[in-house]
């Protein structure tokens, strides 16, 4: 099946520094990425969607400049969050699906990047 | 080593029958359990979800049940309707710990 790699798994900085997180379709080309954070006890909260070469759209209440969003090709999307902060300390999971072949409206899930800011 | 798994593929209902659909995990870590459906090109959204302290929970015509002894969760819908017909995920979590199960299309059957 389909392959989802994110990349770093986990990841830990210092408060004001910025994390840039990798999500890359391996085995088949990804038109549509999303990005998803999880809070503990709750579902996944989605915070964007992001069409290969377009702009990411985002659900309300993410903010747009902090969490960055990049899908320049058709298998890789970058998430970097920029200014982290302790709150911003979570995990992140991406998916990814595409509108033909293998993994036609199927969505992929990566592992997902635990993120600790200090 | 997929750590939830939902062994069913595919499973067809008639309309007003009851759909039950089936997921298995490994992990005895996980503590929060989900569903999702997903329809065609869309992210999945949420359904409903059940804490590991607790063995059942109802929203409507959703029911999902936890059997933690046998590591074994299951959705009901009842009664199934047309509009139920999609791709359903469940999904266990524990503290930065999220995984899918690799679904179940459901076609309910006017």
């Given amino acids: ?118 | 080593d997929q750590q939830v798994k939902q062994n069913s593929p595919s499973l067809s209902v008639q309309e007003g029958r009851i759909s039950i659909l089936n997921c298995d995990y490994t992990n005895s870590m996980f503590d929060y359990f989900l569903w999702y459906k997903k329809y065609p090109a869309e992210g999945p959204t949420f359904l409903i979800s059940i804490s590991s302290i607790k063995d059942k929970n109802e929203d409507g015509r959703f029911t999902v049940f936890l059997n933690k002894s046998a590591k074994h969760l299951s959705l009901h819908i009842v009664p199934s309707q047309p509009g139920d017909s999609a791709v359903y995920f469940c999904a266990a979590s524990a503290p930065y710990q999220f995984y899918f199960g690799t679904g179940t299309s459901l076609t309910v059957i006017p």
């Fill in chain 1, 1 to 118: 099946g389909a392959v989802v790699s994110q990349h770093p798994s986990w990841v830990i900085c210092k408060s004001g520094t910025s994390v840039k997180i990798e999500c890359r379709s391996l085995d088949f080309q990804a038109t549509t990425m999303f990005w998803y954070r999880q809070f503990p006890k709750q579902s996944l909260m989605l915070m964007a969607t992001s069409n290969e070469g377009s702009k990411a759209t985002y659900e309300q209440g993410v903010e747009k400049d902090k969490f960055l969003i990049n899908h320049a090709s058709l298998t890789l999307s970058t998430l970097t969050v920029t200014s982290a902060h302790p709150e911003d300390s979570s995990f992140y999971i991406c998916s990814a699906s595409a509108s033909g072949g293998l993994a036609k409206n199927i969505q992929y899930f990566g592992a997902g990047t635990r993120l600790s800011v200090l």
